[in-house]
């Protein structure tokens, strides 16, 4: 990759051809996408819209890469909100020497997660920077969705007595991004659950139409998406130490390093708040679904004190489980 790849000719032109509208194949090459589909002119009908930006230290990783993440990210902020995913548009910065192999890796991993997710590349854009202006590769992806009429899925209806569950082990994402840097020396067979979310959170809304909200436990982990649901609901959550769902090998790496497996990254993993009655129909439904196998119970709303989320923890104690300070692991997504 050289500059002249970002310079507006004819080597941006081949680029362009080459690697990108070869995989995502647009309608056409205007500056903007233009976009039809039925579920627009429903009465009720809504649009969402989401953007997000990834920079993931390395760029490749067990079981995925930044195009798996970028596609899988964005499809994730769309579908726990109760959108149907159905268009996203992906923007690269590139630094000058990337390898051409690299890229057309990441633009195929892009091109079958967004088959998977049942969704679109329509729009984009490329630029490219000089030597340690970037590392590597960044990309950007936006997302438009539709929610169908009659769906309210927001935080803020999450109600004392609702049930918490999850989709599956948590933090396996963070640690193996850990390993895969090779800094400590760690070795692991741990891969990312780096997933699409959106066939599963349709599983969930037709098995619980009563679901409350929902949130991708991406940066910050389950404990920060907790947080954020209890504040916005001004309930109280409680957890169960003993119902997370934890790989060993994730548990013993956060052992050795001091970290705190509820603030590490997932990037295929949500927490859905159900009523108690519709909880085990729930968990029916998301055990049907690939990406739900490991679907479990880790807890419920509270009346309070609002904002708060604890855990019970193995002895029969109580914590309170804060927002992530800081970062506990740089470059994760």
Not at 296 to 305: L, M, Q, S, V
């Amino acid at each position: 990759m050289t500059l002249a790849h970002g310079g507006g000719g004819s080597a941006m032109r081949d680029l362009i051809e080459e690697v990108f509208t070869g995989a995502f194949e647009p309608d056409g090459m205007e500056d903007q996408a233009r976009l039809e589909a039925g579920a627009l002119a429903e009465p009720g009908a809504r649009l969402a819209f989401t953007t997000d930006s990834f920079v993931v230290s390395p760029v490749e990783f067990p079981g995925g890469d930044i195009g798996t993440l970028a596609v899988n990210g964005t499809v994730n902020d769309l579908a726990v909100g109760g959108a149907r995913p159905l268009w996203l548009s992906a923007a690269f910065i590139i630094e000058e020497g990337t390898d051409f192999a690299l890229l057309r890796r990441i633009v195929a991993s892009m091109k079958g997660e967004a088959e998977r997710a049942g969704v679109r590349i329509v729009t984009g854009d490329t630029k490219v920077v000089g030597r340690g202006a970037a590392d590597r590769v960044f990309v950007t992806t936006s997302g438009v969705g539709v929610i169908p009429p009659g769906r309210d899925i927001a935080a803020a209806h999450i109600r004392p007595g609702d049930v918490a569950i999850v989709n599956g082990v948590l933090g396996d994402h963070g640690a193996c991004i850990l390993a895969a840097r090779g800094d400590l020396a760690l070795s692991s067979d741990l891969q990312s659950d780096c997933a699409g979310l959106g066939h599963l959170m349709e599983a969930i809304l037709a098995a619980a139409p009563n679901a409350r909200a929902a949130r991708d436990c991406t940066r910050g982990g389950l404990a920060s998406a907790l947080n954020e649901m209890a504040e916005a609901a001004g309930v109280g959550i409680e957890i169960e130490e003993t119902a997370l769902p934890l790989r060993a090998e994730v548990k013993g790496t956060c052992e050795l390093l001091g970290l705190d497996p509820l603030y590490l990254a997932n990037e295929g993993r949500l927490v859905v708040f159900v009523p108690k009655a519709e909880a085990q129909a729930t968990l029916a439904a998301m055990r049907a679904v690939d990406t739900g196998a490991g679907a479990t119970i880790i807890g419920r709303a509270t009346e309070g004190p609002a904002g708060q989320v604890t855990m019970r923890t193995l002895f029969g104690g109580s914590r309170i489980v804060d927002m992530l300070v800081g970062e506990q692991l740089p470059r994760i997504c």
